[in-house]
T-cell receptor, first 116, second 114 residues
Framework: KAGVTQTPRYLIKTRGQQVTLSCSPISGHRSVSWYQQTPGQGLQFLFEYFSETQRNKGNFPGRFSGRQFSNSRSEMNVSTLELGDSALYLC???????????????FGSGTRLTVV | AQSVTQLGSHVSVSEGALVLLRCNYSSSVPPYLFWYVQYPNQGLQLLLKYTSAATLVKGINGFEAEFKKSETSFHLTKPSAHMSDAAEYFCAVRTSGGSYIPTFGRGTSLIVHP
């Protein structure tokens, strides 16, 4: 059974640019959550998608957005990049909304974004 | 609001010694509790979870955790540390009565000396 696939693994961008990250959940999982991990703030919840709809959103500015496709694959986009957006972005897969908090998530290996 | 505190950002043990990683949570309703492990350049992997069944929960790689309601704790233990246990460990809590998004602790880095 394939795990959660995140692409790309590493990314270097310049301030002001935008970036798109991709996540394919485990087969059969229809909910995708995104987290930002930094040494200073730890793991912070960005948003959760299910059935192509955003179900929950964390406390991040509107520059952070996402979407989900009919095959459950999800993308997140960050526009007008700032130095502080440098982080490991983790995708977490679960069966349905809420199951990540009941059964636990399956995480991808993450995308390491560096903004210079 | 739910929260979780991991005591000690770094814990150092010798190979073969007991591992004890501390986690305290705050919740006004019965919680769901989790421990995850993160190896370098990897995502998080679920070690074990408490979902209101047995208070002593056994997980993968020989780890276990005990839910103590009176102490609002969910400490992670392993009788004998192995070099391969060196990693970052995260405790997470989700309260059943509110948001179902789990809140993660800041993490504890486990260092294992030969």
């Amino acid at each position: 059974k394939a795990g959660v696939t995140q692409t790309p693994r590493y990314l270097i961008k310049t301030r002001g640019q935008q970036v798109t990250l991709s996540c394919s959940p485990i087969s059969g999982h229809r909910s995708v959550s995104w987290y930002q991990q930094t040494p200073g703030q730890g793991l912070q919840f960005l948003f959760e998608y299910f059935s192509e709809t955003q179900r929950n959103k964390g406390n991040f500015p509107g520059r952070f957005s996402g979407r989900q496709f009919s095959n459950s694959r999800s993308e997140m986009n960050v526009s007008t990049l700032e130095l502080g957006d440098s982080a490991l972005y983790l995708c977490a897969s679960s069966l349905a909304p809420g199951t990540g908090g009941m059964e636990g998530y399956t995480f991808g290996s993450g995308t390491r974004l560096t903004v210079v | 609001a739910q929260s979780v505190t991991q005591l000690g950002s770094h814990v150092s043990v010798s190979e073969g010694a007991l591992v004890l990683l501390r986690c305290n949570y705050s919740s006004s309703v019965p919680p769901y509790l989790f421990w995850y492990v993160q190896y370098p350049n990897q995502g998080l992997q679920l070690l074990l979870k408490y979902t209101s069944a047995a208070t002593l929960v056994k997980g993968i790689n020989g780890f276990e955790a005990e839910f103590k309601k009176s102490e609002t704790s969910f400490h992670l233990t392993k009788p004998s540390a192995h070099m391969s246990d060196a990693a970052e460990y995260f405790c997470a809590v989700r309260t059943s009565g509110g948001s179902y998004i789990p809140t993660f602790g800041r993490g504890t880095s486990l260092i294992v000396h030969p």
